[in-house]
């Protein structure tokens, strides 16, 4: 008889806490990979590589051209259009005449002026004349007064003559000194009254000949009033601006056109703010005109900041690209200095001069980019100094990465 054979019970649990083990280890090492990176499609990024050298530092702006000389012509009086004698493009000279302009009110007031200054002319005439009668009888009675006391200075003597022979009394001498003395005393007084007289005379003509000064100054005025209502040029050279028409008013002060000189051109361009503040009078730069390229020198920086840029004129070394003209359109390259042996870098999208960013760092198998600190010093329109965090040879990612802030590194395909 065969007896069954009875099979050993193998226990389940060793078996469990194996699978157990396993599924500990899986999700340690699981947890300790890194995310997967994200990926950049490569031909959309700019990629520059870290050099040593030269770099040169350089601003940039845009403007136009504009003349070194222009005369704005404004009116002096108040009038009306009559007619328009040029218009702008127009080649002219001082005296070419752009408009016309009609005032009724302004020739009466320059014909009353005229008027009120003949009149004062002959008040003038007629007072010197009468001024110079006064003074002649006054110098007759002078004139006279000496003559009288000369005559009894000479009656006066005879009659000493005649005392002292004993042909006349003392009494006669008497009367002949005292007639002295009376006509020496009107002598004098008839001569001061001559020289206040003629002082007083001097004065009064002196008044009216500066009332009719007054008034040849008031008939200049209005006379060029007058004459100012044909507006002339002023300068010779290109009419800029000029768009009123007949029938229009204008105002005393406004401006009627703008006139400048085409021989000389300058350009001036705006700088942002912050590129601004090592700008200096005579650096060098480099205008574009979009049909030629003309060499500058800085001549002036403006002190003010306006809508964050500032404006800086360059004046032109050389000649201009043909078809140059006022209010063309222009861009500018100034050169600030050259910094030899430095580490530079293109500018990255984000970050400025002087600061500190986080730049993407191509690794060596090239198809990686880790994000790394990087102080970033002196700035140019194109370049940018590198202070640390990347060496000769290193490649950047410089494109605006703003939408992998999340992550520090980055696949690229």
């Given at each position: 008889m065969d007896i069954p054979r009875v099979k050993p019970h193998r226990s389940r649990a060793p078996m469990l806490l194996g699978v157990a083990a396993a599924v500990v280890l899986g999700s340690v090492g699981v947890s300790r990979l890194r995310p997967a990176a994200p990926e950049v499609e490569r031909s959309?990024?700019?990629?520059?590589?870290?050099?040593?050298?030269?770099?040169?530092?350089?601003?940039?702006?845009?403007?136009?051209?504009?003349?070194?000389?222009?005369?704005?012509?404004?009116?002096l009086t108040a009038g009306r259009v009559d007619r328009v004698l040029a218009r702008p493009g127009a080649r002219v000279e001082a005296g070419t005449i752009l408009l016309e302009i009609s005032n009724p009110d302004v020739e009466l007031q320059a014909l009353d002026a005229e008027r009120q200054l003949k009149l004062a002319e002959a008040d003038l005439a007629s007072l010197r004349a009468s001024l110079e009668s006064q003074r002649l009888v006054a110098e007759s009675d002078a004139a006279a007064a000496t003559s009288e006391l000369r005559e009894a200075e000479r009656q006066a003597a005879v009659a000493e003559r005649l005392t002292a022979e004993g042909l006349a009394s003392g009494m006669e001498t008497e009367r002949a000194r005292d007639r002295v003395e009376s006509a020496r005393v009107r002598a004098r007084a008839e001569a001061r009254r001559l020289v206040v007289l003629t002082e007083a005379l001097a004065a009064q003509l002196e008044l009216r000949r500066l009332e009719v000064e007054r008034l040849r100054a008031v008939a200049r005025v209005q006379r060029e009033r007058v004459a100012s209502m044909r507006v002339a040029a002023g300068a010779a050279g290109v009419v800029q601006e000029l768009s009123l028409e007949p029938g229009e008013w204008v105002n005393p002060g406004q401006a009627l056109a703008r006139v400048a000189g085409p021989e000389r051109l300058k350009a001036v361009v705006r700088v942002p703010e912050l590129q601004a503040r090592d700008l200096a009078i005579g650096l060098p730069a480099v205008i574009d005109t979009r049909n030629g390229t003309v060499a500058g020198r800085v001549s002036r920086v403006d002190p003010a900041v306006q809508g964050g840029t500032v404006a800086v004129d360059l004046a032109i070394e050389g000649a201009l690209p043909k078809g140059a003209r006022p209010d063309l359109s222009v861009d500018a390259t100034i050169q600030i200095e050259k910094l030899d042996g430095v580490l530079y870098v293109g500018r990255p999208a984000e970050g400025s001069s002087e600061s500190e960013v986080r730049l993407f760092r191509i690794e060596r198998d090239g198809h990686t980019a880790?994000?790394?600190?990087?102080?970033?010093?002196?700035?140019?329109?194109?370049?940018?100094?590198?202070?640390?965090?990347?060496?000769?040879?290193?490649?950047?990612?410089?494109?605006?990465?703003?939408r992998w802030d999340g992550v520090d590194r980055v696949r690229l395909r």
């Open positions: 959309s990024l700019w990629i520059d590589t870290v050099r040593r050298g030269t770099m040169v530092r350089e601003v940039r702006g845009a403007g136009t051209l504009v003349p070194e000389s222009q005369r704005i012509v404004s009116a880790s994000r790394v600190p990087v102080a970033l010093g002196r700035g140019s329109a194109n370049t940018v100094e590198i202070r640390s965090g990347l060496a000769a040879g290193d490649k950047v990612i410089l494109s605006e990465m703003s």
